[in-house]
Each structure stands twice: as C-alpha cells, then as structure tokens.
C-alpha cells in the first residue's frame, strides 16, 4: 500500500525507463505525483461498431486486424503503417505513423481496442490517424474509459503517464486528508482519496469534475487561510490611529481644483474610518483608468500628516512618482504639507511651493525626521528609504507590483512594531466574485462614475493598411487642431525585451512616411530613467506632437492634450491591456478616439469588438474572463507566475464559497491555535508563495 509522502519508486511494477520518466518530471513522491492533475480527457467510453459509428467524435473499437503493412514514404526516418480493421459489422482503415514497433506487437488476426476519432479524408476516405491500440486481452487504460490527458513533459507519452497513475491510485492507502470533515460535508466535497480516485479514473465525465473541484477548493480555502493569517499575525502589532480632522477634510475638499464625484468621497470616507481602527487599514480602491483615484489617496496622505505622521507614497515607476509627486504638491500648497520626492534621478522638497533639491544623505535626514509625504516607487519600502515614523503605505497600480512585494507591505513594521495601514490602487478592473479571491486580505471600494464632462473614448477597430492610413490621417488632423497622439507598437521580437528595436525602427519609417514633417518622440523601456523623464515631459509641455511608445505608456500617465491613440497590431495584445492603454487619451473635455489597428488581415478581431461597443472596464473584464474561460487566473497578476495551480477563471463560484469557508474558521479563530493541521498547511502555503 502506498501512502501519500512515498517516495514514487515505491509504485508498484515501475519500469526502468518510467523511473527515469519520473525523475525528469521532478516528481519526488507519490502526492507529487497525483497532484498532476488531467488537463483534459478523452471519453473512449462509447464503445461502438464499425457500422454505426460517429463521425468526427472519440469512440473506441474492438477489432480483429485484417491486414497490417508498412506503406512506402519519400522522406527518410519516416514509417507509415496501415492497418485494416474489421468486427461483425464492416471494417475501417487506420494509419499510424513513426511506430515501427507496432509490426512487431501486433499480428493479422490479433484482437484489439482502438480508441480515436474517426475522420473523413479527401485522398484516403474513412479512416483513424494513429489511434490508440490496446490488446483485448488485458484491462485497458484507454478503451472503454474516459481516458486522463495529463500535461505532458519531455520524452514521456501518455501511456506511460496513464499506467504509472492508475498504479499509484490503485495502490494508495488511506491518505491523510487535512481538511475538516465537517467542512467537506458542508461543501459536497469528497475525501482526499475519492477526489484522487474520481479525477485520475473516472467512471463518466461528472466524475473528473467533482474530483478536481475538491483540489480547487483545496487552493484556493488554503490560500485564503494563508494571506488571512499573515494579515491577522501582522495586525497584532496594530497600527497607528489617525483621528478624523472634520474642519480640515471641508477645508481640503473647499480647496480642490475639482468637486469630488459621489465614489470619490465615498471611498475616501470608508479609508477615514480606517484609518481611525488600530487594526491596520488594507484597502483597495478600484477605479477605471482616469476615475480620479489619485486625489482619494492624496486625500487620506493629507489627514496622516494632519495626525501629525508620514505616508510613503508608491508607483511602479519613476516617471509615475513624479507625476504624482506633481499632483500631490498641486493639492497640497494650499495647506502647506511638505511632499518629499525619492526617485533614483531625482529627489527634491516641496514645503508650500518651495523647491529645494536634496543629496541623498539630506534625504535621508528628512525621512528619519518624520511627518512628511514622501513619493518614490516601491524602494521607498527599503528601511533606510522608509520614513521613520510611517503610518499610511500608498500603492498605485497594484496589479503592477508582484506578490513578494504586496506581501512585504503587509509585514511591514516600524521599529516599534506598529504596522502601517495600506491603501492600494489598481486600474484593473476585476468583477467582485474575483477581487475577493484574488485579494481576500483587503476590503475594496470601487470608484464607478467619472469626474463630470469626460467624452468617452470613442474605439475604432480599423484592419490592414487602408484603415492605418486613414488612422494616420487623424493623427495629422489632431496635431493641427493643436492636440497630440500616442502610437503604441508591440515588440517586434523576443529579443527586443525593452521594446526599443520596435519603437526606433517605427519612428524612422513614421518620420520618412507617413508622418512626414511633425514632431515624433520615442519612448521605450531601454531608455534610461533620466531619459524617460525627459522624453515624458517633453511630450507633457508638447514638444513633440506624437509620442511613440511601447506598453511603457500603459499605466498612470496623464497628458490631457493627448487626444488620439492609434495602437498597432492590437490582435496581439490583451482586452484588459488595450482598456488600460486607451485610458491614456480621454482625459479631458476634448473628444478622444483610439484607432485599434488590426494589422494582419485575417486577425480574428471579434474579440476586439467588445472595446468598440464599451468603455466600462467592469464588462471589458467581464468578456476578458469568458474569453480566458477556462484558461488559467495567470495575468492578474502581472510577475510572471500562476497565482494558482488548478483554479481556473470558470471556477469562481467554488472559489468564492472556500474563500467564505476559511473566513469562516478564522472568525472564531483568527490565528488558528485551535486547528494546527490547517496551520501548518496554511504555513507551508505561503512559504511557497514566498520561496518563488
Ligand atoms: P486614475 O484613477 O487613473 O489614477 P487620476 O487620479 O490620475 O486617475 O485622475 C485623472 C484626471 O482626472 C486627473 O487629471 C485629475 O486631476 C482629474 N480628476 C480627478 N477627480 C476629478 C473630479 N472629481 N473632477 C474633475 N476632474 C477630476
Ligand atoms: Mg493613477
């Protein structure tokens, strides 16, 4: 009997070459190994005759072969074998190819099942192309059975994969199952055992199903668990409270160059009350692009300082934290809060309009003397870069940064370890059902209504080069009416990480071309930050009438006279993404448009069609996530890795339900002293987390 921490080669009749498989899999013991879940199956449980059998759907045969040969090729190293097979209904033709092995093992008058789907050929008529054969005589892994499809690495086949699975799961024992029972019962869910039983052989197609749901709930309930528990552990060491000044937020709000929408003062009030607690505040504010979140945080920033303490203030770019170092010194002036810029080219002082610029030692100085707004992007979280006395961590474009660096924002602690409030800001519209999972720790305000007298963005999907040109001409008629344009180009090639091959070779052709005679500016990531800046204020003061950018533009930058977007090859990018870029233009009174330009003509662009019909990021997510359907929650968060293994998009409703269930067990228990089994599991998951 095998138990779950085995080592695999304790599997019962392994073969030389699978242990070999297996090592290349780095599968150390028998959970790894069934943890490797099916990506798919094939249902061969529909066993027919030859005469009545389905077109173009997997069924499975049993068969006599009649007639097995190898069929002359032209090329070299490539074998073709084609078999005649019959039952007592008819025959039909198979091909299989590159399996010389097969003349070997199989005989005319040997039976078999053949499992495959029958297709149609225009040259060779009915037929299988290499289906799957197993003997008659013996149990079958694929015939008759809906057969696991199993994500495939290296040298191993499917086969292999199959029967070293079906041994393990054959041969388990009874597995420890960390999950309460009650809990299982609670949700419909089978015990450990079952699930593995019912994803890895199951009898019919619900079965795969209700298997995995029970490993996806396992993921997403530990998660969950994990991310709570780092927030309740952290927030022991509570947070400084920061009173609400009345008097001073009516002044505050008096004095904006603005009147707050309805969402704007809402989300700022709900931050006040949190900030009041000594539970650390963890809040996000969710806002489409252009919905005016910055003047929320900007808002709350002020109230710390009132309270006597600092903020640290952090974008995922220089050229962002001096624009919001701009912004926040605009709101400022009138009530004379000091704004410190960090960033690596540039740190200066703002006390009520006063500009000094400041070594690194004096900046130094400034953030250990406390009560100041100090911008930066994330480096400012480093200790000597922190202002000592931090009581507010402000993060803009969350989805931006990685989960290392959120997570080190939670632990985050002063030296007298209180731990700040945080307050983040994303542009990435996520619907609600998967903010909560996605960010189970933090409460979420949503910023709906744009500020008064915005022209939407109108989105035109133009294809090929006749629609480009007429793009171009409204690029042309825009910087005659004295507004200016982005041009967004892709990476032409891997290489070219930084975008900087894409966007040089563009500017030449632009500049010799079809943009002859205006001013075009290039901004890529390979410049350097100095340079970027630069080239960013350039554009701002309109310098350049054209800014021709890679994705750099994406987040957060904001030059109101920028009235035209045209983005190339728009195919290649993501719904999500092409909301964000477009949310560049559109930011002032002055009627914008975004020209998508389809460059390959036989792009599919149906997908594009939804920007077209709205400008609501809510349903552009919405359709971005039955688009992805099943693929995997990659993307949200943008550092490269899967935050899960098994959840996918279509599995929100599971999700939600062990995102409550963990909630659940945490109200009673916030650190869990009671229920160490799901401690340690919980501990081992965001150690995880934290090791990649
Ligand atoms: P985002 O949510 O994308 O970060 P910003 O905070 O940069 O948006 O705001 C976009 C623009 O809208 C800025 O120029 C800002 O000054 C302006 N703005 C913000 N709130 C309002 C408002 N209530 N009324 C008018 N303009 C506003
Ligand atoms: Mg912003």
Not at 132 to 157: F, H, R, S
Not at 354 to 374: M, W
Not at 463 to 479: F, I, P, S
Not at 618 to 627: G, M, R, S
Request: net charge positive; proline share 5%; with cysteine.
């Amino acid at each position: 009997m095998l138990a779950w921490k085995d080592p695999v080669t304790y599997i019962h009749g392994l073969t030389a070459q699978q242990r070999r498989v297996l090592k290349q899999l780095e599968v150390e013991t028998v959970g790894d190994l069934l943890s490797i879940l099916p990506r798919r199956y094939d249902d061969y449980s529909n066993l027919v005759k030859i005469a009545y059998m389905p077109i173009g759907e997997p069924v499975t045969l049993k068969v006599k072969i009649k007639q097995l040969k190898k069929l002359p090729t032209f090329r070299r190293r490539f074998v073709m074998i084609r078999g005649l097979l019959e039952d007592d209904s008819g025959a039909v033709a198979a091909t299989w190819f590159n399996q010389p092995w097969m003349l070997e093992q199989l005989k005319p008058g040997d039976e078999v099942y053949v499992s495959g789907v029958a297709k149609r050929h225009p040259r060779f008529g009915l037929g299988f192309a290499s289906p799957l054969w197993e003997p008659a005589n013996a149990e079958t892994l694929a015939a008759g059975n809906i057969a696991p499809v199993y994500p495939l690495v290296g040298q191993v086949t499917q086969k292999t994969l199959r029967k070293i699975m079906k041994a393990a799961v054959d041969d388990l024992s009874d597995i420890e199952d960390s999950m309460p029972v009650e809990i299982l019962a609670n949700q419909h869910l089978p015990i450990l055992i079952d699930a593995l039983r019912l994803v890895h052989r199951p009898a019919i197609a619900e079965d795969a199903e209700k298997g995995r749901s029970r490993f996806v709930f396992d993921e997403v309930f530990f998660y969950q668990l994990a991310l709570r528990l780092a927030r309740n552990e952290a927030d022991l060491g509570g947070a400084p409270q920061i009173k609400f000044d009345e008097a001073f937020a009516k002044k505050f709000v008096a004095q904006l160059p603005f009147e707050l929408t309805p969402d704007q003062k809402r989300a700022a009030w709900s931050a006040f009350k949190d900030l009041e607690q000594s539970r650390p505040m963890r809040r996000l504010v969710q806002g489409d692009v252009g919905s005016g979140k910055t003047v929320v945080a900007a808002f709350c920033a002020a109230m710390v300082y009132r309270g006597g303490l600092s903020t640290a203030f952090m974008a995922p770019t220089d050229i962002l934290a001096k624009q919001h170092a701009l912004t926040l010194q605009r709101f400022f002036k009138p009530h004379h809060i000091p704004v410190l810029l960090v960033t690596s080219s540039t740190r200066y002082l703002d006390e009520g309009g006063e500009i000094t610029k400041l070594s690194i030692q004096e900046t130094k100085n400034r953030l250990a003397a406390g009560r100041i707004v100090a911008v930066g992007t994330h480096a400012l979280l480093e200790r000597d870069q922190c202002p000592s006395d931090l009581a507010l961590a402000i993060v803009d474009e969350q989805h931006r940064f990685g989960v290392a660096q959120r997570e080190a924002l939670t632990v985050l602690e002063r030296p007298d370890k209180m731990v700040p409030h945080l307050l983040s800001m994303t542009a990435t519209p996520i619907p609600r059902s998967l903010a909560m999972t996605l960010f189970g720790d933090l409460d979420v305000s949503t910023i709906k209504t744009k500020p008064a007298g915005r022209q939407p963005v109108t989105t035109r999907i133009m294809v090929g080069e006749t629609g480009r040109n007429l793009a171009y001409q409204a690029v042309k008629e825009a910087v005659r009416r004295g507004e200016q344009a982005f041009i967004v180009c892709p990476l032409i090639d891997p290489s070219d990480k930084l975008g900087s091959k894409s966007v040089e070779e563009e500017i030449v052709r632009l500049r010799n071309g079809p943009l002859k005679g205006l001013k075009l500016l290039a901004l890529h990531g390979k410049l350097s930050a100095v340079d970027k800046d630069q080239a960013m204020n350039d554009f701002k003061e309109k310098k350049a009438d054209v800014l021709i950018a890679t994705t750099v533009v994406e987040v957060g930058v904001d030059i109101p006279n920028a009235t035209i977007m045209l983005i190339e090859s728009a195919e290649r990018f993501g719904l999500a993404q092409l909301h964000q870029l477009r949310g560049r233009i559109g930011r002032s009174d002055k009627p914008c448009v975004c020209h998508l330009i389809a460059t390959d003509e036989d792009a599919d662009i149906t997908r594009l069609k939804v920007l077209e019909r709205t400008t609501d990021g809510f349903e552009v997510a919405e359709e971005d996530l039955k688009i992805r359907g099943s693929g995997n929650l990659l993307g949200y968060e943008q550092s490269g890795r899967s935050l899960f293994r098994y959840a996918r998009f279509t599995d929100v409703g599971i999700m939600s339900q062990a995102r409550d269930q963990a909630l659940e067990i945490l109200k009673n228990d916030p650190l869990l002293k009671n229920n160490q089994t799901l401690r340690s599991r919980a501990e081992e998951v965001r150690q995880t987390a934290h090791g990649e």
